[in-house]
């Protein structure tokens, strides 16, 4: 498909494990983001990379939280020793440029029990 | 610190009751104001992006305006398939200028 998708759509894990949110973006999209949306809430800025380089993890809410782009295409979030404050949706989005129109997957509904 | 409010939280229509959504703002230089559309489970899907006030975009029954201060989305003899959360979000010039800032949104229900 031509737009931005995210794996998996659903994740369900027990508080302290590890899991992995995966994005692939539109392809040629140099700049790619993800967002953090509580219930109810604006999505919330995480981190931002440029091609491969991460260029702002400011939004990252601790440092249990992992961006990484090898290759500057696909994209992975990593949470180490999950928290049950980390249940949310984690949403992916990529743009030709910083400031071009964001365009967004359907996210990952992560569920911590 | 870039802010934005978007109101009402909630807003019910009637089919073709037409009414408007307010985003204000608070931006150091605004590089642009961006209007999403989200459904239930999916992901915002972008409507329009605003660069200056005075700029007034158009899709179907939509229509955006932009001011120094907020935005609205007018939204003309809606249908039951509009209805949505409808977010804004601001991009600023300050040290983040690539990072959206976005409302907390307003949940339109449309009733036929």
């Known amino acids: 498909g031509a737009g931005v998708s995210q794996s998996p759509r659903y994740k369900v894990a027990k508080r302290g494990q590890d899991v992995a949110l995966r994005c692939d973006p539109i392809?040629?999209?140099?700049?790619l983001f993800w967002y953090q949306q509580a219930l109810g809430q604006g999505p919330e800025f995480l981190t931002y990379?440029?091609?491969?380089?991460?260029?702002?993890k400011s939004g990252l809410p601790s440092d249990r939280f992992f961006a990484e782009r090898p290759e500057g295409s696909v994209s992975t979030l990593k949470i180490q020793r999950t928290q049950q404050e980390d249940s949310a949706v984690y949403l992916c989005a990529s743009s030709l440029t910083g400031d071009q129109p964001q365009h967004f997957g359907d996210g990952t509904r992560l569920s911590i029990l | 610190e870039d802010q934005v409010t978007q109101s009402p939280e909630a807003l019910r229509l009637q089919e073709g009751e037409s009414s408007s959504l307010n985003c204000s703002y608070t931006?150091?230089?605004?590089?642009?104001l961006f209007w999403y559309r989200q459904d239930p489970g999916k992901g915002p899907e972008f409507l329009f992006t605003?660069?200056?006030a005075g700029e007034e975009k158009e899709k179907e029954r939509l229509k955006a305006t932009l001011t120094k201060k907020e935005s609205f989305l007018h939204i003309t003899a809606p249908k039951p398939e509009d209805s949505a959360t409808y977010l804004c979000?601001?991009?600023?010039?300050?040290?983040?200028?690539?990072?959206?800032?976005f409302g907390k949104g307003t949940l339109l229900t449309v009733n036929p």
């Open positions: 931006v150091s230089g605004l590089r642009g």
């Open positions: 979000a601001v991009l600023g010039s300050g040290g983040s200028n690539y990072k959206l800032t």
């Open positions: 605003l660069y200056s």
């Open positions: 392809s040629g999209h140099v700049s």
């Open positions: 990379f440029q091609n491969e380089a991460q260029l702002d």
